[in-house]
């Protein structure tokens, strides 16, 4: 996840580097955003920091509903083997996962209560995300461990 997260940011580098290079209208954006930044008092820190944790954010919800779908796929396939409807009930079950999951990390998050916390700045928001991404790396840590159990009866998905 980390060296995705590299390459990632090395492409959004080179992409805005190209933009800067290809087209005059990016000068003018970037001196908009300047403008407005400095009328809400924002510093580019904070900016650039809300542009990290969206990404991280990003990262780690899409290897989670990889790791759910996988789970839902596998847990279908090993118990209705040879079903008609093996296909629906694989998506029912990857619904019922990522409800019950999102369940679970909103009750934690409200015995931790984050939901109590006034946040004004993208690295208070960040830190508020912590318990999240940190459920939710265990549930996909979870998801693919008891895949891997259900794949040992050997079932080809």
């Not at 959004?12 to 209208?25: A, G, K, W, Y």
């Not at 396939?77 to 079903?83: G, S």
């Amino acid at each position: 996840a980390t060296a995705m997260l590299v390459v990632v940011i090395a492409l959004c580098i080179l992409d805005f580097v190209l933009l800067d290079r290809s087209f005059e209208e990016f000068e003018l954006m970037k001196e908009m955003i300047d403008m407005i930044m400095n009328l809400t008092g924002t510093e580019k820190t904070e900016l650039y920091f809300g542009f990290l944790s969206a990404g991280c954010e990003l990262l780690y919800t899409l290897l989670s509903v990889v790791a759910m779908a996988y789970f839902s796929i596998t847990l279908t396939a090993t118990t209705f083997q040879n079903k008609k409807y093996k296909g629906i009930l694989s998506f029912c079950v990857f619904v019922i996962v990522i409800v019950c999951s999102n369940l679970l990390i909103t009750q934690v998050e409200k015995m931790v209560g984050i939901y109590d916390l006034v946040v004004t700045t993208q690295s208070e928001l960040f830190i508020a995300m912590i318990p999240r991404m940190i459920i939710d790396c265990i549930i996909v840590v979870v998801a693919f461990i008891l895949s891997s159990k259900l794949l040992e009866k050997k079932v080809s998905l």
